[in-house]
Nanobody
């Protein structure tokens, strides 16, 4: 089970940090990702991270502003978001891929097996 938190209302240029806690003992062997879905748009990958966190992937739209990280001891995934823009407004979802190998990042939505419930981020102009 994945539980996302940390969303809220923030002004443009501000920062937020999302968290996703994962139950169970297999977290350290999940490739993880953050997705977002804005109204009327498809769900899209924001960032992805490998088992141990050595490899990461970011969508072009968030490179240099967002940082994905994980704490395997605490079964928690993070997304630090800075320099937020109104176009970052969306529901953010964390997801886990349990069919992968060490070092791999999963960049396709269909690769993910488990999903959190989503947390809303609203950026005002």
């Amino acid at each position: 089970q994945l539980q996302a938190s940390g969303g809220g209302l923030v002004q443009a240029g501000g920062s937020l940090k999302l968290s996703c806690t994962v139950s169970g003992r297999a977290f350290s062997r999940y490739a993880m990702g953050w997705f977002r879905q804005a109204p009327g748009k498809e769900r899209a990958l924001v960032g992805a991270i490998s088992w141990a966190g050595r490899n990461k992937y970011y969508a072009d739209s968030v490179k240099g502003r967002f940082t994905i990280s994980r704490d395997n001891a605490e079964n928690t995934l993070f997304l630090q978001m800075t320099s937020l823009k109104p176009e970052d407004t969306a529901v953010y979802y964390c997801a886990a891929d349990d069919n992968t190998v060490s070092g791999a990042v999963s960049i396709h939505l269909r690769q993910y097996d488990y999903w959190g419930q989503g947390t809303l981020v609203t950026v005002s102009s």
